[in-house]
């Protein structure tokens, strides 16, 4: 059983900032990679960020040097923190655990958040 808890998500003002944070909980042995996706209403779901165990940092273009995304693997957590934010980022923002390996079982399986509103007014 494996869960993924965001925070952080609410309204602001061209040109402000948020940090969102996801904490991955369970009897969890291992997690290759966590990441944040977003949707806005009637667009696809964009890969924004993503994070490896080790560190390993990816970002897409419409938010690279305004995004960063950080990890905490000691308590399987992962920020967003987010810059410079502009109306068009109003999406609702997912965070993923990729490969995750649950204590005592071999399979590793991936797992989404409920997601968490973020909405940027001129």
């Known amino acids: 059983q494996v869960q993924l808890v965001e925070s952080g998500g609410g309204s602001v003002q061209t040109g402000g900032s948020l940090r969102l944070s996801c904490t991955a909980s369970g009897s969890i042995f291992s997690i290759n990679a966590m990441g944040w996706y977003r949707q806005a209403p009637g667009k696809q779901r964009e890969l924004l960020a993503r994070?490896?165990?080790?560190?390993?940092?990816n970002y897409a273009h419409s938010v690279k040097g305004r995004f960063t995304i950080s990890r905490d693997n000691a308590v399987n957590t992962i920020y967003l923190q987010m810059n410079s934010l502009k109306p068009e980022d109003t999406a609702v923002y997912y965070c993923?655990?990729?490969?995750?390996?649950?204590?005592?079982?071999?399979?590793?399986?991936?797992?989404w958040g409920q997601g968490t509103q973020v909405t940027v007014s001129s």
């Open positions: 994070i490896s165990s080790g560190g390993v940092t």
């Open positions: 993923t655990a990729e490969g995750v390996q649950i204590a005592s079982q071999l399979s590793r399986n991936d797992y």
